[in-house]
């Protein structure tokens, strides 16, 4: 976020003479205006608001949601049991990005699976990269189980 106040405000030729940063310590002391945007860049954070391990049912369309942030913005894709998802020309699968409504998150993306069936349950993970690393988070999709109550008769 910060580097990305920096870049706007040097485009436009606004820059603070008195500032100067406390913390981190590598930047402690020195002047705003003498930053550089590459000081600002910090590896890719990903966050996945489902539980997991997530119970679906057979033949609906189950989305999962992936928040992404780094400096520079991260690339994001979707894996499942560890083979790259198809960013496009899926009949199984769909992916939308966006960027985040939230200053602190960059990138937003969904995927979508497509009328749930037995070979689409699995490890799904959601993997962001940028030049200054990688991160990854999985979730488990399986089918619900169902509770059978029988009931005896006399």
Known sequence: ELGELHSE??????????ASCSTPERLA?????????SEFICPPTVSLPHPHQQTVLPDEDVLLHCQVAGNPI?????????????????????????????DSIA?????????????????YSCVAKN????????????????EEIFVESD
């Open 9 to 18: 405000l040097t485009e436009k030729s606004i820059l603070p003479l008195e």
């Open 74 to 102: 991260p690339t994001v894709a979707w894996m499942k049991d560890g083979n790259a998802i198809p960013q496009v020309g899926s009949d199984l699968y769909s992916i939308r990005q966006k960027s985040g409504e939230d």
């Open 29 to 37: 002391t020195k002047s705003w205006s003498s930053f550089q945007s």
């Open 131 to 146: 030049m200054e690393g990688m991160e990854e988070k999985e979730l488990q999709i399986t089918y619900e189980e169902s």
């Open 107 to 123: 990138i937003i993306s969904v995927l979508t699976i497509k009328n749930m069936s037995r070979p689409s349950l699995g490890l």
